[in-house]
């Protein structure tokens, strides 16, 4: 991306998120920026729902995000690479591996276990977004969060985790279905697929990733499915908010 396409590209998102953030302050959001009357997905003991990961979903859902990252990491000659949620590692290894080979993937046992049985590369390691124990020690060119954080109760926590992972120079790209989109405008939960414990609206996701400290340098749609055009995805570029030196 140049300097003149990423400035014109700030500014014109500049101007749709003061409307954007008009709009939603005036019909009421809860916490996590979409709106309050927004019934959630948990189960009898208030928990997200589990999601179960497999190799053929995973070779196909977020594959244009991922094709996205891919031109990221070549653009700005990335070295090191964090996959937040990366699931069974298939696109990592399809995409991602051939142009970056430091690569650390996190997620559930069951997700590590066919990552360190079926890759010979990366570090894959098994932690819990809402519950960590994990302190990387390090921080990373470009963090990716792909269709992770509707699945979680609290998605600070997922925010908070990038922000330990990154430094002011991290290239961020999280992703999410844009519910509009997937549900229609009229739709205010709960989402029909039961592990989502809430999905945002393009002006909602904006505003809820923007007062969170993070700097947004592209929000735009994608394709859900490799090979399938329908563009319901929400895709988010960001770094974490510059602190001002005095």
Same mark, same amino acid.
């Given at each position: 991306?140049?300097?003149?396409?990423?400035?014109?590209?700030l500014?014109s998102?500049?101007?749709?998120v003061t409307?954007?953030s008009l709009?939603l302050?005036?019909?009421?959001?809860?916490?996590?920026?979409?709106?309050?009357?927004?019934i959630?997905n948990?189960?009898?003991s208030g928990?997200?729902?589990?999601?179960?990961?497999s190799?053929?979903r995973?070779?196909?859902?977020?594959?244009s995000?991922y094709?996205y990252t891919?031109d990221?990491?070549?653009?700005?000659?990335?070295l090191?690479i964090?996959?937040?949620g990366? !699931?069974?590692g298939v696109?990592?290894?399809?995409?991602?591996y051939?142009v970056c080979?430091?690569?650390?993937g996190i997620?559930?046992?069951?997700?590590?276990?066919?990552?360190?049985?079926?890759?010979?590369?990366?570090?894959?390691?098994t932690?819990?977004?809402?519950n960590?124990?994990?302190?990387? !020690?390090k921080?990373f060119?470009?963090i990716i969060?792909?269709d992770v954080?509707?699945?979680?109760?609290?998605?600070d926590?997922?925010?908070?985790?990038?922000?330990?992972c990154?430094?002011?120079n991290t290239?961020?790209v999280?992703?999410?279905?844009e519910?509009?989109l997937?549900?229609g405008?009229?739709h205010?939960?709960?989402?029909?697929n039961?592990?989502?414990?809430?999905?945002?609206?393009k002006?909602?996701?904006y505003?809820?990733?923007?007062t969170?400290?993070?700097?947004?340098?592209?929000?735009?749609?994608?394709d859900?499915?490799?090979?399938?055009?329908d563009?319901p995805?929400?895709v988010?570029?960001?770094?974490i908010?510059?602190?001002?030196?005095?």
């Amino acid at each position: 991306m140049s300097t003149n396409i990423l400035n014109k590209t700030l500014s014109s998102v500049n101007r749709v998120v003061t409307l954007c953030s008009l709009t939603l302050r005036s019909i009421g959001m809860n916490k996590y920026g979409i709106r309050k009357f927004y019934i959630c997905n948990v189960d009898s003991s208030g928990k997200a729902i589990p999601y179960v990961d497999s190799v053929e979903r995973a070779s196909t859902y977020q594959y244009s995000v991922y094709m996205y990252t891919k031109d990221l990491i070549i653009e700005h000659g990335l070295l090191h690479i964090l996959d937040i949620g990366c !699931g069974t590692g298939v696109k990592l290894a399809e995409i991602i591996y051939p142009v970056c080979q430091d690569i650390t993937g996190i997620d559930a046992k069951h997700c590590i276990d066919m990552c360190k049985k079926q890759h010979p590369f990366g570090q894959w390691l098994t932690d819990d977004i809402e519950n960590s124990s994990l302190n990387l !020690g390090k921080k990373f060119d470009l963090i990716i969060s792909s269709d992770v954080i509707e699945h979680l109760i609290n998605p600070d926590l997922l925010l908070a985790y990038i922000k330990r992972c990154a430094n002011e120079n991290t290239w961020i790209v999280i992703s999410t279905p844009e519910r509009d989109l997937v549900r229609g405008k009229r739709h205010f939960g709960p989402a029909p697929n039961k592990a989502h414990v809430r999905e945002w609206n393009k002006a909602e996701f904006y505003h809820y990733i923007d007062t969170s400290g993070f700097e947004i340098l592209d929000h735009f749609l994608a394709d859900s499915e490799k090979n399938v055009t329908d563009r319901p995805t929400q895709v988010v570029l960001c770094r974490i908010k510059k602190t001002p030196r005095h």
